[in-house]
């Protein structure tokens, strides 16, 4: 079965420091990774995913995500956080396995990013 | 495009009465989803559909619930009769088919009901 596990309920950072927004997961075959963050009172809007390739992915807003195959994990990382980025943060997986379309989404991870 | 369209984006209403939700997918989209997200239980996929039928129901809660997909560009969650344990916020998405090679689901805004 597919499961994510993001540890930390919330992360706090200063406003110029880096962030780091950790997901683990555990997938039977290749894993297709993807992070998504819920503004208030917003729907979930795709920030970046893994498919295969370069173990660094880089999305939207400056964020980028990097794949170890070895550790299971696909953390979440910005250089410079900004006080716009504080938001809930979710990692999400499936296996390549299948042909279907069911997404394994973890509890999430609150960012606050203070000024 | 507009995105994944959603309504009502607030329902209030009162235990026992029904309720109707309803979501147009990105246009060109083959899949859609329904998703419940609460405080205690997170995200939960309810079910979705591809090419409009139903394919994976299993995390519907009980027959108080239902779904359909009339057309491409229409769908509906209906729970009748509703009670104060469905108050959430739900969310439609869709995506494309890409033969299973990592489709990106979009999300609507999400309607926040809730059951007095």
């Known amino acids: 079965a597919q499961s994510v596990a993001q540890p930390e309920d919330q992360v706090n950072v200063a406003e110029g420091n880096p962030l780091t927004v950790k997901c683990t997961y555990s997938?039977?075959?290749?894993?297709?990774l993807f992070w998504y963050v819920q503004y208030p009172n917003r729907g979930l809007q795709f920030l970046l995913k893994?498919?295969?390739?370069?173990?660094l992915v880089k999305g939207s807003y400056g964020f980028e995500a990097e794949f170890n195959k070895s550790q299971t994990s696909f953390h979440l990382k910005k250089p410079s956080a900004l006080v716009s980025d504080s938001a809930l943060y979710f990692c999400?997986?499936?296996?390549?396995?299948?042909?279907?379309?069911?997404?394994?989404f973890g509890t999430g991870t609150r960012l606050l990013v203070s000024p | 495009d507009a995105g994944v369209i959603q309504s009502p984006r607030h329902e209030v209403t009162e235990m026992g009465q029904e309720v109707t939700l309803r979501c147009k997918p990105i246009?060109?989209?083959?899949?859609l989803f329904w998703y419940r997200q609460t405080m205690m239980r997170g995200l939960e996929l309810l079910i979705y559909?591809?090419?409009?039928?139903?394919?994976?129901d299993s995390g519907m809660p009980e027959d108080r619930f239902s779904a359909k997909m009339p057309n491409a560009s229409f769908s509906t969650l209906k729970i009748q009769p509703s009670e104060p344990r469905d108050s959430a916020v739900y969310f439609c998405?869709?995506?494309?088919?890409?033969?299973?090679?990592?489709?990106?689901?979009?999300f609507g805004p999400g309607t926040r009901l809730l059951v007095l």
């Open positions: 998405a869709s995506s494309l088919n890409m033969g299973g090679r990592g489709e990106t689901q979009y």
């Open positions: 893994y498919i295969t390739g370069d173990n």
């Open positions: 997938v039977s075959g290749n894993p297709y």
């Open positions: 559909f591809n090419n409009n039928v139903p394919i994976d």
């Open positions: 246009s060109g989209h083959d899949y």
């Open positions: 999400a997986v499936r296996t390549s396995n299948t042909g279907f379309q069911k997404l394994v």
